[in-house]
T-cell receptor
Framework: EPEVTQTPSHQVTQMGQEVILRCVPI?????FYWYRQILGQKVEFLVSFYNNEISEKSEIFDDQFSVERPDGSNFTLKIRSTKLEDSAMYFC?????????????FGEGSRLTVL | KNQVEQSPQSLIILEGKNCTLQ??????????LRWYKQDTGRGPVSLTIMTFSENTKSNGRYTATLDADTKQSSLHITASQLSDSASYIC???????????FGTGTRLQVFP
């Protein structure tokens, strides 16, 4: 069964360092998303991406964050200068249609720990 | 403010028993409501998706109901198994946006 894969599964970094989280969405999907979940809290929407550009972003997704799909398969989330409060599980998701109607398939997540 | 509230926060049941989880939402404009299962440290997995016109939807031993008038949903799990131990999250989709609103989840533990 097709699945969304994410790497790394766990990354530890120092505050102020740049981090790139990678995702390989399901191959025929067109819509891509990043969500995050701080330990013990709700899953929160970060950003959606379609047709090689950001469709929508939340207030959390500030200038420290960026996304791109550099090679047509990988979908990456970059945090330019990490802060302690960026420590969370980051989930990538993809869907074949827009998320307000279609089913989202989530990856297993990348746990980011900022020290 | 768009919110999704779930109850109970946690639940312990014995294997083979049934249980019902509750979800109340104040989300507008509403598009659909989803239930996800999330194992500890894993990504959410979709169980059901319901639009406002659907009252009930089943997926194996999982049956979700939706009352769009009262803005309430429930997830009923029949004949629970040890593998049902997980968090069950109610998620509401806003109309014409990409943003999903997640609840805090109900942590279910099934004991033998």
């Amino acid at each position: 069964e097709p699945e969304v894969t994410q790497t790394p599964s766990h990354q530890v970094t120092q505050m102020g360092q740049e981090v790139i989280l990678r995702c390989v969405p399901i191959s025929n999907h067109l819509y891509f998303y990043w969500y995050r979940q701080i330990l013990g809290q709700k899953v929160e929407f970060l950003v959606s991406f379609y047709n090689n550009e950001i469709s929508e972003k939340s207030e959390i997704f500030d200038d420290q964050f960026s996304v791109e799909r550099p090679d047509g398969s990988n979908f990456t989330l970059k945090i330019r200068s990490t802060k302690l409060e960026d420590s969370a599980m980051y989930f990538c998701a993809s869907s074949g249609t827009t998320s307000d109607t279609g089913e989202l398939f989530f990856g297993e997540g990348s746990r980011l720990t900022v020290l | 403010k768009n919110q999704v509230e779930q109850s109970p926060q946690s639940l312990i049941i014995l294997e083979g028993k049934n249980c019902t989880l509750q979800c109340n939402y104040t989300v507008s404009p509403f598009s659909n409501l989803r239930w996800y299962k999330q194992d500890t440290g894993r990504g959410p997995v979709s169980l059901t998706i319901m639009t406002f016109s659907e009252n009930t939807k089943s997926n194996g031993r999982y049956t979700a109901t939706l009352d769009a008038d009262t803005k309430q949903s429930s997830l009923h799990i029949t004949a629970s198994q040890l593998s049902d131990s997980a968090s069950y999250i109610c998620v509401v989709s806003l109309y014409n946006t990409d943003k999903l609103i997640f609840g805090t989840g109900t942590r279910l533990q099934v004991f033998p």
